[in-house]
DNA sequence: TTAAAACCTCAACCAAAGTTGAGGTAAAGT
DNA sequence: ACTTTACCTCAACTTTGGTTGAGGTTTTAA
C-alpha cells in the first residue's frame, strides 16, 4: 500500500500542501529528495512524517527555523526511528504547555482587565495610567515579562 | 499624575514601543491623534488602552486587522466607557477559548502521535501513511479540520 | 505517437508587521 | 542664544512563509 518512492505531486495531494510549497521546504533544508533520470524529485515515505511535524510546529507558533533546528538532531544517514522522533517532540511538548499556561494568563487578563474598571489600579498588567510604574518600566509591559518568563526557553 | 495628553515620545516610552510604531499604528487607522501648533501629534491618554489592547490581541494571534475592525464597534466621538471595552473583549474572550482548547488537542496529539508508534495507524491525525485515507482528502489534513472546526468564528 | 498532465528552474511578487534612514522642523535644556 | 533632543514625512528595506508566472522538459494516458 504504502509505496516506497513519492513523486512531488503526490506528496503535495497527500499532505494537502501546494507543490511550490515543498520546492521551499527542500530549499530551506528542511526535507531532501533525490532525482530520477528526468531530474524529477523523489521522496522518501518519511517525508510525510516531516511535513506533519512541520505543520504541527506551525500551529504551536514555531518557526520553519526553529524546525529545521529540531530536524537537526534527527539521524541524517537513516530513517528516524520512534525514538528519534519522540525525543525531538519532548522539547515542543513542554513549550506546548508553556503556551497554554500563557493562553490561560492572557485570558485571565482578558477577563479580569481589559473590560474592568481597573484605570485606576497599578496592579492591571494590562493597561497602568499611573505613571509611578511606568518610570520603572512596568505598565503593559508586565505582560511582556510574563511571556518571558513563560517562554524562557525558546 | 495622569496628564491629559501625550507627545509620541511618552506614549512609545510607556508602552514600550517604537515612536515608528505608533505612526504605523495611526497609518493602519488604529489609533488617533491631533496636531499642535508645530505639527507634532498629540494623544488623548486612552491610547494607551488602546495599545494595551492591540499587544493582547497579538498576543492572542489576533491581527492588526481583525483588531482594527474590533475597534470600529467602539465609539467614535467619545472616549470609550468600561462597558464598551468589556463588550469588544467578548468575542476575544471566547476565540481565546476556543485557541486554548485547539492547543490541548495539539498537545494530546503530540503526545501521542509524533513519538508513537502509530505508522500504521489508520487514525492518527499528524500522520497517516495508509493511502486509504489519503484518497478521501484525510491523512495529516484531519489537524486542519479540526482547527477550522474549533476557529470558526474568525 | 501525440496530447495532456506533471514536472523543472529561476525570478518576481505578496502580505503582515514593522524598522531604518534621509532630509528637515520644533521644543527643551543650559 | 544655542545646542541637543524630539519630532515630522516619505520612501525603501526587512523577515517569514510562502505563491505566481514564464519558458522549457518529462511522464503518462489515449
Known amino acids: 500500500m504504502t509505496e516506497a518512492t513519492w513523486s512531488v505531486g503526490r506528496v503535495a495531494k497527500r499532505c494537502g500542501i501546494n507543490v511550490s510549497t515543498l520546492h521551499f521546504y527542500e530549499n530551506k ?5 533525490w ?16 511535513i506533519s511535524v512541520i505543520k504541527a510546529a506551525q500551529k504551536m ?3 520553519l527555523e526553529e524546525v529545521k533546528q ?14 528519534d522522533w519522540q525525543l525531538m517532540s519532548q522539547n515542543w511538548q513542554q513549550l506546548l504547555d508553556s503556551r497554554i499556561a500563557y493562553m490561560l494568563k492572557l485570558r485571565e487578563y482578558l477577563t479580569g482587565c481589559i473590560g474592568c474598571g481597573c484605570l485606576s489600579m497599578t496592579k492591571c498588567p494590562l493597561y ?7 518610570s520603572q518600566g512596568s505598565g503593559p509591559v508586565l505582560l511582556e ?3 518571558q518568563k513563560v517562554l524562557k526557553r525558546r
Do not use: C, W
Request: net charge positive; hydrophobic share 25%; no cysteine.
Open 29 to 33: 533544508g528542511l526535507i531532501k529528495s
Open 35 to 50: 532525482r530520477n533520470d528526468g531530474n524529477q524529485r523523489r521522496y522518501k515515505p518519511d517525508v510525510l512524517r516531516r
Open 61 to 63: 507558533g514555531i518557526s
Open 70 to 83: 529540531a530536524f537537526a538532531s534527527l539521524p541524517d544517514n537513516r530513517t528516524p526511528t520512534v525514538e
Open 128 to 134: 497602568n495610567p499611573d505613571d509611578t510604574l511606568a
Open 145 to 147: 515579562q510574563a511571556e
